[in-house]
């Protein structure tokens, strides 16, 4: 059903966002999810037909012109973040696509179920957790996993969420982290292989082929499936940059769809704006047909003869 108080849009139950996804399956439609870190960036996104918004707190990085791995940095409190880009920019503009929330499931300072009902009480219709920890790894993933900051939070926050009746739609960087997340009752897995390449501030060496992202992607699905098979799943990062990678990711694997985040918003505006600038710089101007003039004399003086 549609908001109880306006008649349309957020937020929806996590049953309504699960069945408005499968209908877009029905329809023969992938599933696209894009990252929103400004009002703007999400009305277009919803006027382009995706099938829903996700918030990050590296949206605010990344359209400040930032690496988006600046969200997993102690920059700023992410979980704040994501909830004032959601509340001020991105909830009060899109009439209908569902709005989902990232959150920081290992951020020691906050009662997860505290913070989930204020995210649910603004009005998102799911939750996201990024920053994300399964993208971390050596030596520091083990500290974190060790010293109570594990992605082992990030799985208890999506059976909260699950309860809750929250919908959520959860990234993975190995099959393990997958059937972790598919116990827990995650409605979508993502798998994560790796930060964007491309445009002005995309990973240039540090990313796999297009080849090892379909392999670490059905590996991903195949771990999550020994556990349930009514999960949907997309594909995200690495190589993964275009139209076409993720045309080719869903044709050899088993995922029905992408999210993007800088491979929408950041190369999207990177490209458009550098293009529009270019061609207001070529308009034709007139030749420039400023005379001398004569020099104005000074107050109070004359001219000798």
């Known amino acids: 059903m549609p908001n ?11 049953k309504e966002v699960v069945d408005r996804l499968r209908a877009t399956l029905k329809r023969g439609e992938p ?23 996700i918030i990050y707190n590296s949206g605010r990085f990344r359209m400040a012109g930032h690496g988006s791995t600046a969200g997993l940095m102690a920059y700023g409190d992410a979980n704040a973040v994501a909830m004032e880009i959601g509340e001020f920019e991105v909830l009060p503009v899109v009439q209908e696509i569902p709005v989902i929330c990232g959150v920081h499931a290992t951020d020691p300072r906050r009662r997860m ?9 603004m009005g998102f219709s799911g939750v996201n957790n990024f920053p994300t920890h399964s993208i971390v790894d050596g030596h520091f993933r083990q500290v974190l996993e060790e010293t109570g900051m594990s992605f082992k939070k990030e799985v208890e926050m999506v059976a909260l969420a699950r309860r809750m009746d929250l919908f959520s739609i959860v990234y993975v960087a190995q099959a393990d982290e997958a059937e972790a997340m ?64 993720a045309a080719y990711i869903n044709k050899h694997t088993d995922t029905v769809g992408f999210v993007g985040a800088s491979s929408l918003e950041r190369l999207a505006i990177e ?34 003869r």
């Open 113 to 121: 179920w505290h913070w989930l009902l204020k995210v649910k009480d």
């Open 271 to 304: 490209e458009s704006l550098t293009n529009l600038t270019r061609r207001f710089k070529s308009i034709p101007v007139k030749a420039s047909t400023t005379k001398n003039s004569r020099k104005t004399r000074e107050p109070g003086r004359q001219t000798a």
């Open 4 to 14: 109880p108080w306006t008649g349309k849009g957020n937020p929806y139950t996590r």
């Open 182 to 245: 598919a116990k827990a009752g995650a409605d979508a897995i993502i798998a994560h292989v790796g930060t964007t390449v491309g445009g002005s501030i995309g990973v240039t060496q540090a990313t796999c082929s297009l080849d090892d992202a379909v392999r670490r992607t059905q590996s991903i699905i195949e771990g999550a499936r020994r556990v349930r098979k009514d999960i949907v799943f997309l594909s995200h990062g690495g190589p993964i940059c275009t139209p076409e990678d």
């Open 31 to 53: 599933i696209i999810a894009a990252g929103a870190g400004t009002g703007i960036s999400a009305k277009f996104i919803e006027r382009g037909g995706a099938d829903l918004i």
